[in-house]
């Protein structure tokens, strides 16, 4: 029972390790998706053709927000095996999220 423990102990330290490093791609990323909905004033994403400028900023949130899950991943596996799993797990999410293959995907 004990070793059980310990491995749930761990879990949640690899998890929250993560969860940590992920938080400011997560609040960048969504104030910036706000402030351009905010400001383009018709609670829309905002179009291209009428504000560019706008657009750019809304890309530039969802970019911030797309690179939530490799930060994610590559933090969780630094927690577990230190430096050397940074690369492979921040690219294995990277590529199984832009390839929609994740678990939760329908």
Not at 19 to 37: D, E, N, R
Request: hydrophobic share 55%; net charge neutral; aromatic share 8%.
């Amino acid at each position: 029972m004990n070793e059980l423990v310990q491995i749930l102990k761990n879990t949640r330290q690899h998890l929250m390790t993560g969860v940590s490093h992920m938080i400011p791609f997560v609040v960048s990323g969504g104030i910036l998706l706000a402030v351009s909905v905010m400001l383009y004033g018709k609670g829309a994403v905002p179009d291209a053709v009428a504000d560019p400028n706008l657009k750019k900023l809304f890309d530039i949130g969802v970019a911030g927000l797309t690179l939530m899950v490799p930060f994610l991943a590559a933090y969780i596996g630094y927690s577990i095996a230190e430096r050397s799993a940074l690369a492979p797990c921040a690219i294995g999410a990277w590529v199984g999220n832009s390839f929609g293959a994740g678990f939760l995907v329908h």
